[in-house]
């Protein structure tokens, strides 16, 4: 808190990044590595080596939306981004110093930040959804889950490709499912927003409102 009283979000993930990059340095010094994200220590062993030909190839709907294959496709990305981190930072210390090289890899740090709070957040999804106790309300989540997972996929397919980690018909069919759970929310998707309890008035979305409501809110807000 000390760092930006203000909450500013770019030194608020540089200092993710440096807590990152703290404990991967205590991991190949043989330290304790008493890490609070245990993925960390798994994978990071294990990313550098090749990508299973048998999964990247896999496109079949049970497949990408099983949580397994997502919350490990996040993990490997940020697991290869903290690799590469380190990578840049030792590089560029030799030649600018520590100060100037990681200026000069901020870029690089703040993804990496944010590739490893999205999965933090798939995690507690994932949890979420497997201790929901209604049966509807669980299998709404699960969508939302699935949507949320492949669509940050899908942002940085191209991270995965490069990679090997997804085949270009994978990628494809990730696209696909990712369009059409789109389609699926829309069905759900004036619950969901009634469930946050936004007066009509804040709305200011036809959408969200009752179909015998429609002409009357119109006038009311100038559509």
């Not at 203000?6 to 404990?23: F, H, M, P």
């Not at 409102?209 to 009357?216: D, I, L, T, V």
Request: with cysteine; charged share 25%; hydrophobic share 40%.
């Amino acid at each position: 808190i000390f760092q930006t009283f203000e909450g500013d979000n770019t030194v608020l993930l540089q200092q993710v990044a440096s807590d990152l990059l703290k404990q991967y340095k205590e991991k190949f010094q043989g330290g304790t590595f008493s890490v609070t994200w245990n993925y960390l220590r798994d994978m990071m062993t294990t990313y550098v080596s090749e990508a299973n030909p048998v999964i990247a190839r896999r496109e079949g709907v049970d497949h990408l939306r099983d949580s397994k294959f997502q919350l490990d496709a996040f993990r490997y990305r940020t697991s290869r981004l903290l690799h590469t981190a380190a990578l840049r930072l030792r590089k560029h210390s030799k030649s600018l110093g520590s100060f100037e090289a990681w200026n000069r890899c901020l870029n690089h740090l703040l993804v990496l930040a944010e590739s490893h709070i999205e999965s933090v957040i798939l995690a507690r999804f994932i949890e979420a959804v497997n201790s929901c106790k209604d049966r509807n309300a669980r299998a709404v989540l699960k969508l939302l889950c699935d949507l949320y997972a492949l669509d940050r996929i899908w942002k940085d397919i191209g991270s995965y490709r490069n990679v090997d980690y997804v085949s270009p018909n994978k990628a494809k069919a990730i696209l696909r499912l990712t369009e059409y759970l789109s389609f699926e929310v829309r069905s759900v998707a004036r619950e969901l927003v009634d469930a946050f309890g936004i007066p009509d008035f804040a709305l200011r979305a036809p959408i969200g409102m009752q179909s015998g409501q429609y002409a009357e809110y119109t006038q009311f807000v100038g559509f």
